[in-house]
Structures are given as C-alpha cells and as structure tokens.
C-alpha cells in the first residue's frame, strides 16, 4: 500500500514514521487510518523494527481529528469513525515494540490521544496539548476520556477535557502528560538517543515490560501481579541469565 499521510523510514532497527499533511496541521481523515494499520500490520510482521517513533510534518504533531470530514456525519458515521481510531491506536498496545511519541508541535485532540496511545512521550519545549472537544460541542472519541485519566489522574483529565485549555510542555511535564521535554531543535536527536538506550536492553525483558506493565493496568491488582511473577519467571534460563552472568563478570551482556 502506497501512503499518502505517513512518512516512514526505517534504519538500524528504529521506524521513524511522520505524519504528513501539514496542510491541515495534520489532522485524522479516514485514510489516516487505513494507512497507520496496514503500517502496524507491516512492522508487526517485521523482526527487524524493534522501536517506533511517531512524529509530525512541519508546525504541528496532530492538531486533531479531521474537523472537516466530521462534520457532517450522522451519529452512526461518528461511531464508526470513533471504532476505527480506537482500533487503530490499540495497535500501538497491541505491537510488541516500544513506541515512542516525539511531539513537534500542536497534539489536540485526536493528536493528543494518538500520543495517549504511544509507550513514551518526548515533547519538544514548543509542543502545545489540549483536548478542545468541547469547544465543537463534542468529546473525545479516540480512547482520550479513558486514557488520559489513567496516565495524569481524574482530576488533570477532567480540567484538560472541560476547559479545554492548551498547556505548553513544561505543564504537560508537570502533569506527567510527557516523560520528557527538550529543545525543539534536539527533538528527533533526543528520542533516538532514547530509542537507542531501550535497545541496548534484553530484547526480550523490554517486549515483556510492555506486555505485562500495560496489560496490568487494565486488570485487576492481584491478576496484574499473577501476570508479573509469570513473565518474571520465565526469563531465568532465558535472557536473564545472560544479563546477570555478564553483571557478575563485569562485562556487556550479549543479547
Ligand atoms: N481538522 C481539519 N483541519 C484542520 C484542523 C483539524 N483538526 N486543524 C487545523 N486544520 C486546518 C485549518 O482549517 C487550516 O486550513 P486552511 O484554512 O488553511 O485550509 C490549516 O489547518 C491551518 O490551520 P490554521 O490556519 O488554523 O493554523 P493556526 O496556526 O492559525 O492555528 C490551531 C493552529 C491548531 C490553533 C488551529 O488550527 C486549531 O484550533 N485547530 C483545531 C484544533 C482542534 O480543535 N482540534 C481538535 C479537533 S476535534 C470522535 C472522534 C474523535 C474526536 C471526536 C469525536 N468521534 C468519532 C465521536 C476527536 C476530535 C478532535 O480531535
């Protein structure tokens, strides 16, 4: 499939993939969409990319779901509309890779919760966040009501979703919104130095870190721990072996 709203390159196993219609900041259509799930079905299927990075053409990340193509929908077109983001972004979960947001500029919105979406959050210093929903008379249809809560608290969430202020990154930094904030210019410098630290890790301990840290959030605290002591487990004899042999020899563990 040929894209026409993303960008992809990949190099020494990291996929950077850039969303790209600056035109419209951007923003969400239908073919969006259709285009990242076919990407995460590629990667997925490829066990050369072991991290991806998400970012954004020009002046913005994402500044939202697509306000034109929303517009006049029926309320059943908005459910199919607001299914289909969601699948797309529980791709992210769903993947066994890391993936990482490196937010350029404007995340409203559908921008936001693409990168509510995303394992880890850099944000350059001119990086802007807001879920203005309800500025349109509407709430966010992507997952951002249930998500967002669970990343920066109920009371964070719900001043960002009914106000609908935009915040800068040293707010978004303080709420726990973003795990980091560098200079706009260090952006993509900064999230590969992070890619490339998570690979120099067990391959196998960051794929199950993922699986058990997000599956566990979801579950209840006592299966959550079930699901820990399970995954611990089986990396004795495994990858972990190697990790603390090469710890006790004081050497770089060989992966
Ligand atoms: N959709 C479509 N086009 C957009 C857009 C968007 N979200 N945001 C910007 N654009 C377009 C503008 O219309 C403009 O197009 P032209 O007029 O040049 O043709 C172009 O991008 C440049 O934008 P501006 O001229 O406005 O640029 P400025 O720098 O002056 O302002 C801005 C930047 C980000 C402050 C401003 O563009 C803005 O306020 N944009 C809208 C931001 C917004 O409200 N985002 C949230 C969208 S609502 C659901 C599913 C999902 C959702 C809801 C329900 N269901 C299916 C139930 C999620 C909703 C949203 O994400």
């Known amino acids: 499939m040929e894209y026409k709203n993303l960008k992809v390159q ?3 196993g990291i996929a ?3 969303v790209c219609r600056p035109e419209a900041l951007n923003a969400l259509n239908s073919n969006f969409f259709r285009e990242m799930d076919d990407l995460i079905a590629r ?3 490829d066990d050369s990319v072991r991290i991806m990075i998400l970012t954004g053409e020009g002046k913005a990340f994402v ?3 697509d306000i034109a193509e929303m517009a006049d929908m029926t309320p059943e077109q908005g459910k199919s509309f607001s299914k289909m983001g969601q699948a797309t972004f ?4 769903t993947m066994k890779i890391p993936v990482i947001a490196a ?3 404007y995340a409203l919105g559908g921008g936001l919760e693409l990168t509510l979406g995303c ?3 850099i944000a350059s210093n001119k990086a802007k966040f807001g879920q203005p929903e309800v500025n349109l008379g509407m709430i966010p249809g992507y997952g951002g009501t249930q998500r967002l809560p669970r990343l920066i608290g109920l009371g964070n969430a719900l001043y960002l979703l009914m106000t609908a202020e935009v915040i800068g990154a040293e707010e978004a930094l303080r709420m726990g919104l973003v795990q980091k904030v560098v200079e706009h210019e260090q952006l993509m410098e900064e999230t590969l130095k992070m890619a490339r630290t998570i690979l120099s890790k067990g391959p196998e301990a960051i794929r199950k870190v993922k699986y058990v840290t997000r599956n566990g959030i979801q579950a209840d605290f006592m299966e959550g721990c079930e699901l820990e002591s399970e995954y611990f487990s089986s990396q004795f004899k495994a990858e972990g072996e190697e990790g603390m042999k090469a710890f006790l020899e004081k050497r770089k563990a060989n992966w």
């Open 10 to 12: 990949i190099e020494d």
């Open 90 to 93: 529980r791709g992210f979960f």
């Open 16 to 18: 950077i993939v850039t």
């Open 119 to 121: 394992d880890i959050r």
């Open 103 to 105: 937010i350029n500029g």
């Open 43 to 45: 990667i997925s299927d």
């Open 63 to 65: 500044a939202g779901a």
